[in-house]
């Protein structure tokens, strides 16, 4: 856990109001309330993601909501399927065949 000031010293090319913008934006989520938030690892994570687009890669700011989001989307995508695997995992043998044979293209 980070407070506003250590993340923003790890990126020294980033400055405090633009990290801020981030967070009223809802692009990053720390705990807390302004100014005392927390910045857990995923949201370090996040902000360190954010910061390669907008700095490294030069990803116009009105585009990285949709980036975002796709990448949201792809996150959960993957958690559902861990889920249905470990579901499918605990079905008897002639079911799960069945379902593999089923979805194969």
Same mark, same amino acid.
């Given at each position: 856990?980070?407070?506003?000031?250590?993340v923003?010293?790890?990126?020294?090319d980033l400055? /405090?109001?633009?990290?801020?913008?981030? #967070?009223v934006r809802?692009?990053?989520?720390p705990e807390?309330? /302004?100014? @005392?938030? &927390?910045?857990? @690892?995923? @949201? #370090?994570a996040r902000?360190?993601?954010?910061?390669?687009?907008?700095?490294?890669?030069d990803?116009? /700011? /009105?585009? &990285?909501?949709?980036v975002?989001?796709?990448?949201d989307q792809i996150?959960?995508l993957?958690a $559902?399927?861990?889920? &249905?695997?470990?579901?499918?995992?605990? $079905?008897p043998? @002639?079911?799960?065949?069945?379902?593999l044979?089923?979805i194969k293209?």
């Amino acid at each position: 856990m980070m407070r506003f000031t250590a993340v923003t010293a790890l990126f020294p090319d980033l400055p /405090e109001t633009e990290l801020h913008t981030w #967070v009223v934006r809802g692009w990053v989520r720390p705990e807390g309330t /302004e100014p @005392d938030w &927390i910045f857990a @690892d995923i @949201d #370090v994570a996040r902000v360190r993601l954010i910061h390669d687009f907008r700095h490294a890669m030069d990803v116009r /700011e /009105e585009t &990285i909501p949709l980036v975002l989001s796709l990448l949201d989307q792809i996150y959960t995508l993957r958690a $559902q399927m861990r889920t &249905i695997s470990r579901a499918l995992e605990t $079905q008897p043998e @002639d079911v799960r065949t069945a379902i593999l044979a089923a979805i194969k293209v």
